[in-house]
């Protein structure tokens, strides 16, 4: 598990990406996994292609201001989102961003790794709608904030029957990704 205690996770992206459920289906495994937990989300300015984000913040203890000012991880599928949310991320925190859809610039004292979440999705799924479960997956299997059983339980009572399937191959897939980058030596 992580040592981020709390952890403030962000995820961003444009509307339509599927960030919303991916800040619920987080925040309900933290608390099946008996964590405090705060939710919350914003829309752009249309609701289908602008900037959205969802905030979670999971921790050991009580949770006093229940929004995420400063994230410690980032997890963005959009350049718009990446240079939007990007000065919103704590020095010391962690980006996982899609390499599809983001280039990362360099910015001293934030982690950043690209994750293969859109090319895997279609190549190994033939599903890019599923690139954000590959993202989630690629942060549990990185930084362990919840458990995989948890997630998997959150997915199956918060993600639509006809779609559960995909995203758990999704999700299991990314587990992967981020196991690897735990142990790959290099970072950008």
């Known amino acids: 598990m992580t040592e981020r205690w709390p952890a403030r996770v962000r995820f961003g992206g444009l509307g339509g990406q599927g960030l919303v459920t991916l800040g619920a289906v987080l925040a309900e495994a ?11 989300q914003s829309y752009g300015s249309r609701a289908r292609g602008g900037a959205t984000r969802a905030d979670v913040i999971l921790s050991r203890e009580e949770i006093d201001f229940p929004h995420v000012v400063e994230a410690d991880v980032l997890v963005v599928l959009a350049q718009e989102a990446y240079e939007l949310y990007l000065p919103g991320v704590t020095d010391g925190g962690l980006i996982l961003a899609d390499d599809f859809f983001v280039e990362i610039t360099q910015h ?6 690209s994750v293969e979440g859109t090319r895997s999705a279609v190549e ?15 942060l549990v299997g990185l930084e362990g904030l919840v458990g995989q059983d948890s997630i998997e339980k959150a997915m199956e009572k918060l993600v639509r029957p006809r779609f559960l399937d995909t995203n758990l191959k999704a999700f299991e897939l990314g587990l992967g990704l981020g196991q690897r980058l735990k142990k790959a030596p290099g970072d950008s």
Do not use: H, P
């Open 30 to 40: 933290g608390a099946l996994d008996g964590l405090q937990v705060a939710a919350s």
């Open 108 to 113: 001293t004292g934030i982690r950043q790794l």
């Open 124 to 138: 190994k799924i033939g599903n890019k709608v599923a690139a954000n479960f590959v993202m989630l997956g690629s």
